[in-house]
């Protein structure tokens, strides 16, 4: 349909619009409300509701708005006769199956049948019969279900169909009898089911966690931006804000619209993960005397740190001291935490806790950032995905994938994994993730003999013996068919592999040949922003390189060391790092040992000298520079527990107290961020920014090795999400070692239920599940329990055999 | 005693193994077929002819078929498809299972004419899903045509290709209603689609489609062969040629009939034995369940034409004609219906849904004379709200049969109320 614009009048305003736009499109423009249930803008149109009925001159019948095309000329009547004895005729038939027990319904007050009912229904219905019972299926720890409350709008169902990808509700039988399940009576497994719950319009369909905990009016709602991935989806935090024993708690987290990062959506890690801001809090600041941990004042705890510190720097010296942050603290927090520990002369500064090696040639060349905004990205026309698993780890970016994939953009993968992808991929070519580097330059070889421009010199010869499999081939010429609008995604766990740096460098070199900018994506929610604070040892604020004397050791490499003294933010070194058990027996032999945290933990407490409890994510104002980098900047959404501080404060007084001045330098957020701000521009002027692209190396096709990946499920990321109950429950068996049978049978582990890893002196114990979407010679291992811990895997070769 | 009864698409009614492929040609079939492969007239002519005889579509809405056909844009990119509809729901018809079975060639001559006329490469005929013996007709009817170059790649040596496939259904009513019987064809839960986009322009996989009924697709060779005219004439001015009723009921003798338009219903109910000795006829129904009931004195002198049906309130429909006579419960006979459309309701839309099963409990507590005060009204309007409010016309087929049974018969379902109840409005 040509877009040209018509008039047409609704309710005898005359009103612009386009031909082909759909009347109710253009009411809602216009600000006139037409009723609607079964209508939502992001999904396809089904006109099975008929609330939206309206009166168009020269019908004779009323007309669906939600689907009927405006024309020119047209006359709507919203308000006429003929469409309000419409929109009354089918408000009585939704509520003649429909409780009317609004009180004791938990979408209650925020209902559209209760809305509209009361707006456009009949103060009194004929109906005088009993009323259907549907039976409820249990949909998992997420969404509760009530259906007899279901008005058969069926958005539920398309939003699986359509933007889940994943058709798990579907309508069952017909008629009066028509019913939304499951029909298999399973879980909802989609990454993004509590959407479910959004669309759904009546209370059929509610969040289990938040269920009955609260009324919708009496909560606060505040902006914030979610913490668990890279894109930053914005949310609404609603707060209790009625009942003074319930002053500190989020009572359940809505998406926020915006149509550049997560539209209307949110992940189901980003909507339940704030329960887990409910346990094992940190809440007061504590030292160890002997042994024995105690309650002190800020005062006393902050005065106890500057003078170890300032002690140890006088005795040995600064270089004995590292600073690791976690890659979810905001921007204002790292460039505090870095201020004050380079005020104090440390040099050992990092916010990369999980590489298995030295990755800071990468960080120097490009910025963790993917090239294009996300909308862009829904329209892109192909995608290479370098081991990048976005469906899980970035759910909102996948969803942009998807929406590309689905528009005919031509998708292509290249991992250690097989991608759980919901939308069809051109090439999926799983390989062992030792051989990871020599693929991507199979690929730069493959690519340059289709480019048929010869090779250059230095490449040949570094590629000479690469062997080229058909694979790759296709790879290759999937790359050349349309090099415009490409998107060379390069996942976080590449930055974990030991070869980080040159699977990055050929990456680079492949870009280059295609004309295009690598795009990253990053761990945590604020990499790129903590790049921009100066939390890395080569990097000062603004992302300065800085020189060869202020550089520093990674934070691996500093324990690796064992130094004398660690401050640790929001990391549970335990679970969070890479190589946790070296980390651990460094922390454990330093003389002084300070953790910050909102979390509290069992290691920490053997380590530590002084833990401070700050704010966790919703709880702080700050900013988080996202995937796209984007500056979000969100003020806290409620406060924390009495003696629990925002980091940035933490860090701000330390920051005086060093620099002995008597009045903070730093005594609101906006002064932190706008020093940065002034920081990054100046870098971004004087080109700091675009870096000196890597060198990659000769290589050529080896035997691949058995290697264990340090795997971090996605519900497992972070303290944070990892203490959310409902979403443990939904996925409550993920804690096992996985590999396929190839890589099982010449491991002679074929039958065993139980696996031991081992590397180097460290083993582990865990349950073995075969799994053919894993490489060959590849085993991936769970992070993040105990037996994770004491193995303390780093990305790389491994034994493995089987155990009791 | 009727001239030209059984003339069209019935006229193998009593030959031996017309369903098959020598006798049928043996008759002149696919002569008109053969005709078109060899000369290659122009589409439009055949659809002007079409125009010419006044047939209409025989499913149920009597839409002329000469113009539906000319809606479709022979020109337009990518697969046209026709579809034939021998879904044959509508409660009281059983008239296309009759073509099917004594004549599934000559329906197979309609489909491949027809879609020779709209450019269409592709058939699907959707059968039935209780059609067991009419599906292996047609099958094997489709097996000897192809087998005789008639159908499939490279027709009779000419470069016409028109593949052809019988579908069977899974059992639906609602199947019948051309746009679920095109989400069907598509793998998909059979639910009528909101329209527009008509069929004409997104069908079949959003491309151009006609659905036509089996009757209709099937007169289509006999209308070539012997010309439009001889069509036309064979009906009244408005209602050009025959049409076959299927009569149910209270006649003595049951079946399918196929007249000329304008023959009158006393002719019907005289070829199927009329009503039993000493009977009368309370009630029709003449066009399958979703038509309005006529009281039985006005059909006796009313004609079977669109028109004359028009003239009692009502219409040909599916030509599924139900006779009641005066031993009939017509709370029970409207209860009954009501039942059927509850049970077939596809459940998509909140009127029908809603409606259906709330229409069905009163005319059911009526019929076994529990009616509340009121019941008889409150049926009248719920079927109101029900009507002109749906995504497909299953909402008239509620609604129609309600209103009519009320406007016609209303103290015989006011006899449904229930005493007490009555005495308690009484007492008021
Ligand atoms: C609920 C419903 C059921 C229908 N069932 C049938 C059917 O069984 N057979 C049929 O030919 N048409 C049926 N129709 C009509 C079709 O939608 C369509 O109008 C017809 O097949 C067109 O063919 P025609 O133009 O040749 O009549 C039904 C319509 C509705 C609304
Ligand atoms: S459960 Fe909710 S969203 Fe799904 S069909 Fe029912 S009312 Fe609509
Ligand atoms: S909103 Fe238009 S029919 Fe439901």
Redesign the pocket.
Known sequence: MSAHAISITIDHRSIQCQAGQLIIEVADQAGIYIPRFCYHPKLTVAANCRMCLVEIAKSPKPLPACATPVSEGMCVYTRSRMALKAQKAVMEFLLINHPLDCPICDQGGECDLQDLALGYGMAKGQFDEAKRAVEDENLGPLVSTEMTRCIHCTRCVRFGDEIAGMPELGVMSRGGKAYIGTYLGTELRSELSGNVIDVCPVGALTAKPSRFHGRSWSFKQRAQVARHDCVGSHVYCHVQSHYTDAAHTIMRVLPRANEAVNEVWLSDRDRFSYEGLQHQRLTLPQVKRAGQWQTVSWQLALDLITDRLSGLVQTSDADQIAGVISSNATLEEGFLFQQWLRTLGVRHIDCRVRQAGDTEAITMSACPQIAKTLPELAQCSGCLLIEAFPRRQQPMLNHRMRQAALAGATVMALGSMRQDANYPLHVDHVVPVSTLSQHIAALVKAVLSLKDEGMPAVLSKSLASLEVTESIQAIASGLIGQASDLVILIGEPVLRHPDAVQIVAWAECLANLLSVQLSFLSEGSNTAGLRLSGCLPHMGPGGVPLSEAECGLSARASFQKGLKAYIVHDVMVEDDCMGAQQALMALKQAAFNVYISPFDSAHAREWADVMLPCAAGYETSGTLVNCCGDWQTTSSALAAADEVRPAWKIYAALLAWQQSEDTMQFDCIESVTQVIQHATQAAVAQGLHQGEGLVPEAIETTEPVLWGVAHWHDFRVDPWVRQAPALQAQHDDVMRVRCNHATAESSQILDAEYVQIRQGLTVGRFPLVLDESVADHTVIVPMTCAEATSLGLVTGPIEMEACK | MVEHLDTVCYRFKSVKDSWTLPVYTEQGGYAVWKEIVKTAPAPEDIIEKVKASGL????????P?GL?WSFVDRTAAGPKYL?C??????PG?FK?REILLTNPHQLIEGMLIAAYAMGMNVCYHFL?GEFALPFQRCEAALAEARAAGLVGEGILGSKLNIEMHNILGAGS?????????LEALEGKRAY?RYKPPFPATQGLYGQPTT???????ASVPMILEKGPEWFAQLGTAKSGGTKMFSVSGHVCQPGVFEVPLGTSFQTLLELSGGLASGRSCLAVIPGGT?MRVVPGDQMLSAEMSYEGMEAVGSAIG?GGVIVMDDRTDLAEALAVMMQFYQH?SCGQCTPCREGSGWVSTLADRLAQGLGRSGDVDRLYTVAQQIEGRTI???G??ISWPVSSFIKHFRPQLEAGIAPANQAVEDGQ
């Not at chain 2, 209409?56 to 839409?63: H, M, P, S």
């Open positions: 209409r579509g025989r499913g149920g809405a009597g839409f078929t539906k579809v509809n021998s879904d044959e729901g509508e018809t296309d039935r009513y609602i199947v019948g209603e051309e746009t679920a019987m009528p659905v036509n009924n089996t009757e209709t697709l979703s599916s077939e497909c016309a299953f008239e087929a």
